[in-house]
């Protein structure tokens, strides 16, 4: 009976010891286990980690399997657009302020733009004036960007209480919109030809005779030197065959003058002011954009109209996918995409913003006649609309309220650390 008993004892003392042994060689397991599945999850997370800062440094356009922002369609949307009224915005300019000034068709105002394959970020005021504050973004360039500007200002203007904004124009080139509470800055400077012209008054500045230095740049750059976001165009006023161009200065008698084929002189321009960029730019600190060409509407032939005709009247967009005008100019466009590239060699990433293609299509997103004239009309045009309507620009709300949505989330992916 006891010979049994220590049998038992001795199985169950065997059984504890494969028990423990089974625990031990589990829990080994589970660690090695864990151990493996730690350096995957490492591996694995550095791998993610490495994606993603490739799609940072790609940009929004690229963030999604095969999504370009730049390529898509428009939507009609009446519930979350316009972004903001035309007569809620403190500082709408009468030249873009449509509604104001007859415009009854307002279907403009109401589409949104949507990628083929991604979604574009809904621009969030608040957001923007929190990355803005303390900084200073400028936009340079001609009306065009003017008027992108003043979208920009309208976007922001109503997340900003009454009395804790204003607007500084003391009739300089520069002009300035500041959220006191963020000390953020969103200003406009007058620059249409980027380098010094004779057109560099902000007032009095259109001139059939067109001149420029097109090696000084310092008078405009240095208003924005330590700007913070810059925001580039210059399109329209070079189209022309040539351009004048001048060695020298101004107020000099000893002056260069010399006609050059518009291409070339663009190209001079641009070279000018990438020579600039490279030297005074705070590489950590500054973001820099460049819009591409704002298309115009003039030739309503293109889009299937009697020849002579342009947008007045126009209220449907170009329906034809990929409609392309002459008025853009892809020659000009391949120096900046050439001068850009160029840039990055030397190590300064300036982000274009295509505009060109979604712009293309809105047609009936111009003031046309209705806006506040520059002059007083003629009673040869009162008969005749179509001889003063406005095809270049664009009303507000509408198009470049897009340009700006598109901007903001460039800004955001592009922040500099």
């Not at 065997?14 to 864990?34: E, M």
């Not at 560099?200 to 030197?225: F, G, M, N």
Request: with cysteine.
């Amino acid at each position: 009976m006891a010979k049994k008993s220590n049998l038992s004892s001795d199985i169950l003392s065997g059984g504890a010891v494969d028990v423990r042994c089974s625990f031990q060689t589990l829990i080994v397991v589970l660690v090695a286990a864990l151990v493996v599945g730690a350096v995957y999850l490492t591996a694995e997370s550095g791998y993610l980690v490495q994606e993603d800062e490739q799609k940072f440094e790609k940009g929004p356009s690229t963030a999604a399997a095969g999504c370009d922002l730049f390529s898509g369609k428009w939507v009609y949307d009446n519930e979350s657009y316009p972004l903001y009224k035309e007569e809620e915005c403190t500082f709408m300019s009468d030249q873009l302020a449509c509604g104001k000034f007859g415009r009854s068709d307002l279907d403009f105002q109401h589409w949104r733009w949507q990628p083929h394959h991604c979604d574009l970020p809904r621009l969030n005021a608040t957001a923007l004036l929190e990355r803005l504050r303390n900084k200073r973004l400028v936009f340079v360039g001609d009306s065009l960007n003017r008027g992108q500007w003043v979208s920009m200002v309208c976007l922001l203007d109503k997340a900003i209480p009454r009395g804790r904004k204003y607007m500084h124009n003391n009739g300089s080139a520069l002009i300035t919109f500041k959220a006191k509470d963020y000390n953020a800055k969103i200003e406009f400077y007058w620059a249409p030809l980027m380098v010094e012209s004779n057109s560099d008054d902000p007032v009095s500045h259109r001139l059939p005779d067109r001149i420029v230095r097109a090696q000084a740049i310092e008078k405009h750059a240095r208003h924005w030197t330590d700007a913070d976001v810059l925001v580039f165009n210059t399109y329209l006023w070079w189209r022309r065959p040539e351009m004048k161009v001048l060695w020298g200065s101004f107020n000099s008698s000893d002056g260069i003058y010399k006609k050059v084929e518009m291409l070339r002189s663009y190209e001079m321009a641009l070279k000018t002011w990438s020579d600039w960029l490279e030297i005074h730019v705070n590489r950590s600190k500054t973001q820099l954009f460049f819009m591409s060409m704002s298309p115009t509407h003039e030739r309503a032939e293109e889009w299937g109209r009697s020849e002579g005709e342009n947008c007045y009247s126009e209220t449907e967009m170009v329906s034809k996918e990929g409609y392309t005008g002459r008025g853009t100019d892809p020659k000009m466009m391949r120096i900046v995409d050439s001068t850009l590239d160029e840039l990055k060699t030397r190590g300064l990433n300036v982000e274009m913003i295509n505009i060109t293609q979604l712009s293309e299509y809105r047609k009936e997103g111009h003031p046309s006649i209705y806006r506040k004239q520059w002059e007083p009309l003629t009673e040869k045009e009162k008969t005749n609309p179509l001889s003063y309507a406005d095809c270049i620009h664009w009303c507000l709300p509408g198009v470049p309220d897009v340009w700006n949505e598109l901007l903001y989330a460039y800004i955001f992916n592009y922040a500099p650390s």
